[in-house]
T-cell receptor, first 115, second 113 residues
């Protein structure tokens, strides 16, 4: 059973470009979470999605950031018009359906560098 | 609202010494508690979790954590650390019946020879 897959692992974008980060959850997992980890900081929750639904996006910046989890295919985190401050590691996690105590399985992350 | 505080940002320790990584949380409802470990340039992996029952939980590699409800703590301990334990450790909490997991800022454990 493959784990959570994220691609690309490393992404370099110039200021103003768009970044698309992909996440394929573990088989059987229908819940996806996105987190951002800035250098020397902890993990910050961004958004929680189920198939075709955004459940909680309270951690998403109001502008330039969007996320989706379509019925078919991976979850996408999209950052438009990137700025230097967007440089960070972005982690995706997935879990089984349910509430609370289910373990989240993390992908290896996408390290975004904005030049 | 929930929050998690990891009291130490870095903990240097010599190999084979004991270690305790501290974690306190706040929540108005009952919670599930987790410790995750992150090795360099990797994602997080679950180390151990408390859902219910015995307040002392153990991992397969010698770590243990004790849920203390009165002190709202979930400190992580290991009696004898190895060089390979060098990593960042994150404490996390989620409400029972909720879906969001809140992570602490992390504690960097550095084991020296």
């Amino acid at each position: 059973n493959a784990g959570v897959m994220q691609n690309p692992r490393h992404l370099v974008r110039r200021r103003g470009q768009e970044a698309r980060l992909r996440c394929s959850p573990m088989k059987g997992h229908s819940h996806v979470y996105w987190y951002r980890q800035l250098p020397e900081e902890g993990l910050k929750f961004m958004v929680y999605l189920q198939k075709e639904n955004i459940i909680d996006e309270s951690g998403m910046p109001k502008e330039r950031f969007s996320a989706e989890f379509p019925k078919e295919g991976p979850s996408i985190l999209r950052i438009q018009q990137v700025v230097r401050g967007d440089s960070a590691a972005y982690f995706c996690a997935s879990s089984l359906p349910g509430q609370g105590g289910y373990e989240q399985y993390f992908g290896p992350g996408t390290r975004l560098t904005v030049t | 609202a929930q929050s998690v505080t990891q009291l130490d940002s870095q903990v240097p320790v010599f190999e084979e010494a004991p270690v305790e990584l501290r974690c306190n949380y706040s929540s108005s409802v009952s919670v599930y508690l987790f410790w995750y470990v992150q090795y360099p340039n990797q994602g997080l992996q679950l180390l151990l979790k408390y859902l219910s029952g015995s307040t002392l939980v153990e991992s397969i590699n010698g770590f243990e954590a004790e849920f203390n409800k009165s002190q709202t703590s979930f400190h992580l301990r290991k009696p004898s650390v190895h060089i390979s334990d060098t990593a960042e450790y994150f404490c996390a909490v989620s409400e029972t019946g909720g879906f969001k997991t809140i992570f602490g800022a992390g504690t960097r454990l550095f084991v020296k020879a």
